[in-house]
């Protein structure tokens, strides 16, 4: 429903998400080679070095309980999640919830085993990349509409037997899009809360 | 008079908690509670909106076994109207809580008096 | 289902006055994130299964956490000081009990 007969919403709301991430990004946003370059007062740049190091000494340092649980969950709450996206037109969920369940089970996989593991896989330019890939195969993907919508023209996107996987046109690849770029908003805002750099 | 009320219910407690909600917001000094008073307000205008969608009697709409009649569903672009409400709440309250974190860093303190109090003799 | 309903609006209702009558930060934050809780098991009695799925995981998961986080950036978490302080006293009175007692 949200990605076919009002699919110009669901393209405001990855706008508005794409507005907070980065408006976070503005605020928490601190990075430790520029602080000194430029003149801050030095006091709020040796209280934010502090606040860092203090949050990385919180890290779980090996933590038994939590690794063991998490190695057991975030296999599984990933493939829930990529369950939930890939089904969206068949079964309760879609993007949204999809993303969220995924940016959960990243979340608990950086609490479980610390910063430096987890920025084999997630770093900046990796967020950077699938958000602007993300939205602009959402952008591209409904530029269609408008040449065939108003113009009473012929769709040529298959939409096969309802109930099957790949059926119903482009939903499945918007259900995509919109979940990759959740999942990345819901990671930045808990790292930039926590550590303000990726 | 009150007949109606009772009849739809839900919408009662939707404008009981709208109205929670909004006095949390204006009247606590702390300014995280504030913020969940945002939550709670918007979480009301949510259940007002779906309680609209529902009509006694029929199902949720996801076609099973075939029946693919009008009748058998409920309304469903009121749940599209509230997915995107959801998701719109949950950005605005990381970028309130952030903004929190600054103004803590600045003045160190949560209350909205102390704030307000520092800025005047800063004279903003 | 009508009773269900209602008993579930009441928990609503008591959840939302609660978190404006507490004096602990995480007190506040804990009531809330019920709340949240029980408005995803609202959407299942009103037919929505979609809105339930993303209510669950967005308000009782990463707003949740996001309250929580700023909680602990802000030091309004209070507990760990005063555990220590418990514990050690508790400690002492243990061991110069008897002594003390006599």
Redo the contacts between chains.
């Keep these: 429903m949200i990605l076919d007969y009002r699919a110009f919403d669901t393209f405001g709301e990855s706008n508005v998400l794409f507005v907070a991430t980065i408006t976070v990004l503005v605020l928490l946003h601190f990075n430790k080679k520029q602080s000194k370059a430029v003149s801050e007062t030095q006091e709020i740049s040796k209280r934010q070095a502090k ?1 860092a190091a203090l949050d990385r000494s919180f890290e779980p340092k090996n933590d038994p309980i939590l690794q063991c649980v998490a190695k057991f969950l975030v296999p599984l709450i990933l493939i829930f999640g990529i369950y ?1 996206v890939l089904n969206g037109h068949l079964s ?3 993007g ?2 999809g993303g ?2 995924m ?2 089970g990243l ?1 608990l996989y950086l609490n479980a085993f610390g910063f430096e593991k987890t920025e084999r896989f997630f770093t900046e330019k990796t967020y950077k990349w699938i958000s602007f890939a993300a939205l602009t195969t959402y952008c591209l993907c409904k530029t269609y509409s408008f040449y065939c919508g108003a113009n009473h023209l012929e769709s040529h996107i298959p939409l096969g037997i309802p109930g099957h996987i790949l059926s119903s046109g482009l939903i499945l690849i918007l259900n995509i899009c919109v979940g990759c770029v959740v999942t990345c908003t ?1 990671y930045t ?2 790292v930039m ?2 550590k303000g750099d990726f | 008079m009150g007949s109606n009320l009772i009849v739809n ?2 919408e009662a ?1 939707a404008m ?2 709208f109205v ?2 909004f ?2 917001l204006l009247l ?1 000094n ?1 300014l ?2 504030k ?3 945002l ?2 307000m918007d ?1 009301a205008v ?2 007002f909106l ?2 609209k ?2 009509i006694v009697g ?3 709409p996801i076609v099973v076994n075939g029946v693919q009649s009008v009748e058998a569903y ?1 309304n469903p672009i009121p ?1 599209g109207l ?2 995107t409400g ?2 719109v709440s ?1 950005s605005v ?2 970028l309130m ?1 952030s903004l ?2 600054r103004l ?1 860093r600045r003045y160190h303190t ?1 209350n909205l008096d102390e704030i307000a109090a520092l800025l005047q003799k800063e004279g903003l | 289902m009508t009773t269900f ?2 008993i579930l ?1 009441i928990f ?2 008591s959840c ?2 609660a ?2 009558c507490t004096k602990n ?1 995480l007190n ?2 804990l009531v ?1 994130m019920s ?2 809780l029980i ?1 995803s098991l ?2 299942v009695t ?10 669950a ?3 009782a ?3 949740s ?3 929580f ?3 602990k ?2 030091n ?1 978490i209070d507990t760990a000081e005063k555990y220590d302080d418990f514990l050690r006293d508790g400690d002492e009175d243990y061991l110069e009990g008897g002594e003390a007692n006599e």
């Design positions: 606040e939930v309760p969920g879609g949204f919830s969220a369940i940016g959960a979340i819901m805002f808990y809360f926590r | 219910y839900g407690v009981i908690l929670i909600g006095a949390n606590q702390n995280i509670k913020i969940i008073g939550n709670i979480s949510y259940l779906a309680e969608g529902y029929r199902t949720v409920i749940a509230v997915l959801i998701v949950v309250s990381a809580l929190t974190i803590y949560l | 309903q209602i609006f609503l209702i939302a006055i978190v404006s930060l506040a934050v809330y709340f949240s408005m609202v959407w009103l037919e929505s299964p979609d809105l339930a799925i993303t209510e995981a967005v308000g998961g990463i707003t956490a996001l309250l986080i700023t909680l950036k802000v309004a």
